[in-house]
């Protein structure tokens, strides 16, 4: 079948990041469980911790695109919540200000892997626009492998504009900078994902003519 990328929650994805759409966990009960923590009740938290780690481990595999590296980040993310949960002022915020703790932690953990492309790694493209970059994909490992080459600034601006589909004030918010930095570092983050994708395309190209050449 073929992929569409797209900036909706909607849009289908080849990977799994997209939280369920089950709200078990969520809402009044979270915000509930949220106060509680702040006044030091642990066993408000670890309910919390168990409700929401799914949500962050999801995150947290597509940044950075590795089980036991998603696990880890996902517990240092857990112990910083537990750590500076008092400090959250609205608990109605507490989803989007789990994330920016989430991201920090994905940074941290791709500071300790050398396979991670940097963003200095990734070739300014020549594609257009970046809309372009969200175009029909048919092979779902080539995605798949596109995306992998992406700097993990990239992968998580990607991750939580696109797929997640957090308004871009949320996003702003989780990554720590100004809202106008958010849409220039997702220009070029669909950029140079279009960028790998005509590159994978060229390389399966060039493979599949070899591989003609030698029957």
Not at 63 to 86: F, G, H, N, Y
Not at 148 to 174: F, G, K, W, Y
Request: charged share 30%; with cysteine.
């Amino acid at each position: 079948a073929t992929h569409t990328i797209g900036g909706t929650a909607n849009a289908a994805a080849p990977w799994s990041v997209v939280p369920s759409t089950d709200q078990t966990g969520s809402g009044d009960m979270d915000q509930e469980l949220v106060v509680r923590a702040q006044h030091g009740d642990q066993r408000a938290f670890e309910a919390l911790a168990l409700a929401d780690s799914p949500r962050l481990h999801r995150v947290a595999y597509g940044i950075l695109r590795d089980t036991e590296s998603a696990e880890d980040a996902t517990q240092r993310a857990l112990v910083d919540i537990w750590r500076d949960i008092r400090r959250l002022r609205e608990p109605a915020k507490y989803e989007a200000w789990s994330y920016r703790l989430l991201v920090h932690a994905c940074y941290r953990e791709a500071r300790q892997r050398r396979d991670l492309p940097r963003i200095t790694d990734i070739p300014e493209p020549e594609a257009p626009a970046a809309a372009a970059a969200f175009g029909q994909v048919d092979d779902r490992d080539q995605l798949d492998r596109g995306f992998r080459q992406l700097s993990v600034e990239h992968r998580t601006v990607i991750v939580l504009r696109c797929l997640l589909d957090l308004p871009m004030d949320q996003v702003a918010e989780a990554l720590g900078v100004a809202p106008g930095t958010v849409g220039s570092r997702l220009h070029r983050a669909l950029r140079a994902l279009r960028a790998a994708l005509e590159a994978e395309g060229s390389s399966t190209t060039r493979t599949e003519l070899q591989r003609e050449a030698v029957r």
